[in-house]
């Protein structure tokens, strides 16, 4: 069964510095991975996929993110944060893309807080 | 061009009753994804349409929970006899065919009093 491990609940930076959120998954496939930001009382957002191509992503609003097969790993970064990066993120798995059907699998969320 | 909508996005209901909660996808979006997100948690897989037909239900909870999607476009979960613990965010996410990037809609929250 496929499953997502987001390590830290709350990380808390300063405006400028860098951010790392960090996900492990488990999957018996080939996995499609995903990071979705929610801000409150808006939908969720995509920030960036990967789908077996290259393994470093980039996503938009300076974000990226490394597959680690050998470490089961897609953490996010960004090299600077901002003030309105504060949000809940998600890192996401999904079976490998077949026929449309892409049921996806949430981690619990990590909460990002930006100060100034 | 117009994203995924709900409503509504608030429903305040009260043990024991029916509610109907809507989604309206991207135009010309053929899979249809429901998702229920509780408090502190990450978004869990409801139910799938591709087209009218309810691909995958697995995420149902129980039987009192049911959606339709009749002309393959707008989507309604229905929940009967609702109780304390079906409250939470319901979201509705759409995706074209051939595409694995879901778009979701704001939510509709549900408390049940």
């Known amino acids: 069964a496929q499953s997502v491990t987001q390590l830290d609940s709350h990380v808390s930076v300063s405006e400028g510095t860098p951010v790392l959120l960090r996900c492990n998954y488990s999957s018996s496939y080939s996995p499609s991975l995903f990071w979705y930001v929610q801000h409150p009382n808006k939908g969720l957002q995509l920030l960036l996929k990967?789908?077996?191509?290259?393994?470093l992503v980039k996503g938009i609003n300076g974000f990226e993110a490394e597959f680690k097969k050998s470490e089961t790993s897609f953490h996010l970064t960004k090299p600077s944060a901002h003030m309105s990066d504060a949000a809940e993120y998600f890192c996401?798995?999904?079976?490998?893309?077949?026929?449309?059907?892409?049921?996806?699998?949430f981690g619990a969320g990590t909460r990002l807080a930006v100060h100034p | 061009g117009a994203g995924v909508s709900q409503t509504p996005s608030n429903k305040v209901t009260e043990k024991g009753k029916y509610v109907e909660l809507r989604c309206d996808p991207i135009?010309?979006?053929?899979?249809l994804y429901w998702y229920r997100q509780s408090l502190g948690q990450g978004p869990e897989f409801l139910i799938y349409f591709q087209g009218t037909g309810a691909a995958d239900d697995s995420g149902l909870p129980n039987d009192r929970f049911f959606a339709v999607r009749p002309e393959g476009s707008v989507s309604t979960l229905k929940i009967q006899r609702t109780e304390r613990g079906d409250s939470a965010v319901y979201l509705c996410?759409?995706?074209?065919?051939?595409?694995?990037?879901?778009?979701f809609g704001p939510g509709t929250r549900l408390t049940v009093l």
């Open positions: 996410a759409s995706s074209p065919e051939g595409h694995n990037e879901q778009f």
């Open positions: 990967y789908t077996s191509a290259a393994t």
């Open positions: 996401v798995v999904s079976d490998r893309f077949s026929g449309g059907y892409n049921k996806l699998i």
């Open positions: 135009s010309g979006h053929t899979a």
